[in-house]
């Protein structure tokens, strides 16, 4: 009997335990659909030039250069098809290697290929840079799908060391036009739309990812919402999942740095923007693609305790979302 007590009450406080860890990180989004249907995940948070950032002296690259986080990968989205056993991964970062080893670790789908496309958003250096290591100096990939609007597309055809992937068929360019759905299965289509930045090089899309049963809106970089031509809270009342832009926290985060030249919203003014809707709503919101001076990537931080109070969420590396 006071074995069996014993037992009990191991087994009680381990309960505990459980629902204490569970309580004590909100943002985390369990899912029960590993290994079935559609569903996305994060294979990375940070903005384009990573976190220690080359040259950073501040507080937040403390510590970093010497002791690696492999949790710091730069904003990429993956989508893990398991009904037509395909993957795809949004942005080609220059944690590409990891992150698609992550990809297919998760999936476990088709483990000898590579990945089944590669969308892109626009040319900046953490988007697309990624897809050097597709070519002959690194795993010298045969025919790879990279899924480009046309700007970005002649941005690749025509400058080296783009062009070599093409002219070697490591890549093969599929053309995107905005606003026209890629149907990628019966139940998975992918629709890009164009989104106000700087585009220098490329045109600059967010996505619309379908599938089966939910909607998830991608934007890891736009210059200002009031700029978009569409309405964010419109558009979030039509998808499950809201992957945004969070740059900066606010706009105080560089110092005495001109915040017109790198014009990304606020995750504050944001927030500003989105005050009226719904707690549910709210919840529809995935902060991402975040600068390393960005206090949001402190789980601890008053800037985070902030952001969930107020309903929204921070995105984290490897959560998975149902589609």
């Known amino acids: 009997m006071r074995f069996l007590y014993l037992v009990m009450v191991l087994v009680f406080f381990s309960c505990q335990e459980k629902k204490i860890n569970k309580e004590s990180h909100p943002n985390e989004i369990s899912t ?3 290994g079935v ?6 294979l990375g948070t940070l903005q384009d030039a990573g976190a220690p950032q080359l040259n950073c002296n501040k507080k937040c690259c403390q510590g970093l250069f ?8 730069v904003s990429s989205l993956g989508l893990l098809d398991f009904n037509t056993q395909k993957k795809y991964i949004f942005d080609a970062t220059p944690d590409i290697s990891s992150q698609l080893h992550a990809l297919k670790k998760a999936s476990k789908i088709a483990p000898s290929s590579i990945v ?6 626009h040319a900046h250096i953490g988007h697309y840079t990624g897809l050097m290591y597709l070519g002959k100096e690194a795993v010298n990939a045969s025919e790879i799908s990279v899924f480009a609007m ?3 597309s002649s941005f690749l055809s025509n400058n080296g060391p783009w062009s070599q992937l093409v002219a070697n068929r490591n890549i093969q360019i599929q053309s995107l036009v905005a606003n026209q759905a890629i149907s990628l299965s019966p139940s998975l289509q992918v629709t890009p739309f164009i989104v106000p930045h700087r585009d220098e090089y490329s045109e600059t899309v967010g996505y619309l990812i379908e599938g089966p049963n939910k909607k998830a809106l991608f934007i890891p970089d736009i210059d200002k919402w009031n700029q978009w031509e569409l309405d964010l809270k419109t558009e979030l009342k039509k998808v499950d999942y809201a992957f945004l832009d969070a740059t900066f926290y606010s706009a105080k985060e560089l110092g005495n740095r001109d915040m017109t030249q790198i014009p990304h919203p606020s995750v504050l003014e944001t927030m500003e923007a989105l005050k ?3 707690i549910e709503q709210r919840a529809r919101v995935i902060f991402t693609h975040f600068n390393h001076t960005n206090p949001l990537l402190n789980r601890e931080s008053e800037a985070s305790k902030n952001v969930l109070a107020l309903g929204f969420k921070i995105g984290r590396i490897h959560e998975r979302f149902p589609l």
């Open 32 to 34: 029960t659909t590993k």
């Open 37 to 42: 249907g559609v569903s996305l995940i994060l």
């Open 66 to 73: 010497e002791q690696a986080n492999s949790s710091r990968k």
């Open 116 to 121: 089944d496309g590669i969308f892109l958003t």
């Open 150 to 152: 046309p700007k970005m």
């Open 276 to 278: 009226d809707i719904s």
